[in-house]
């Protein structure tokens, strides 16, 4: 399979980054194609909610010229997508947040018969990590992970919350096997 994976972490060999590259290894040893892509080093300008992009049903059509056409590009090219990020106040990094709202040009005609999305049929997870526990941490994110595979009409093959994550670089001591248990079901 072709896999994109979207770093979300400015920190590039803190905890989000270390666990994503252990999926990522597990992934190639697999026989998987991965690919990368550091969004805190890409130019990826917020929605500006102006609905050109909803003109077509066949192409992204954004007015926006940045890295974020690019990316969307190879998400739609790839049989999965994982996206990563630590979590930041209740919530994603900006650059996973501005991606997220850049792909408002994937779907038209949502809650509609005619409800159309570029990624339709593709296979999507999310990988956080976080100072805290799941609850009053990352719910919130995952809530609005499984909102978004409704709007892109995608399968969530996974979710992997990595809890107790400090800035020094600790992690729980069975973080690694269950990166690599995730990256398994990623692909099963």
Request: aromatic share 8%; glycine share 8%; hydrophobic share 35%.
């Amino acid at each position: 399979m072709k896999i994109v994976t979207l770093l979300g972490s400015a920190r590039g060999t803190g905890n989000t980054a270390t666990v994503l590259g252990w999926v990522e290894d597990e992934l190639r040893t697999l026989g998987h194609e991965i690919e990368r892509i550091n969004l805190t080093k890409k130019d990826i300008k917020p929605c500006l909610g102006c609905a050109k992009c909803k003109e077509s049903e066949t192409e992204i059509n954004c007015i926006q010229k940045d890295d974020a056409e690019e990316i969307l590009l190879k998400m739609i090219d790839a049989d999965v997508t994982l996206f990563s990020s630590p979590t930041y106040f209740w919530g994603y990094t900006a650059p996973v947040k501005a991606l997220m709202d850049r792909s408002w040009s994937l779907v038209c005609n949502y809650h509609k018969p005619n409800h159309v999305s570029l990624l339709e049929g593709k296979r999507q997870a999310v990988l956080l990590t976080g100072g805290g526990m799941y609850e009053n941490n990352a719910e919130g994110l995952c809530f609005a992970f499984n909102k978004l595979q409704g709007f892109y009409k995608t399968q969530n093959v996974g979710e992997l919350f990595i809890e107790k994550c400090t800035i020094d670089g600790n992690r729980p001591e069975d973080t690694e096997k269950r990166a690599l248990a995730f990256a398994r079901n990623l692909v099963a």
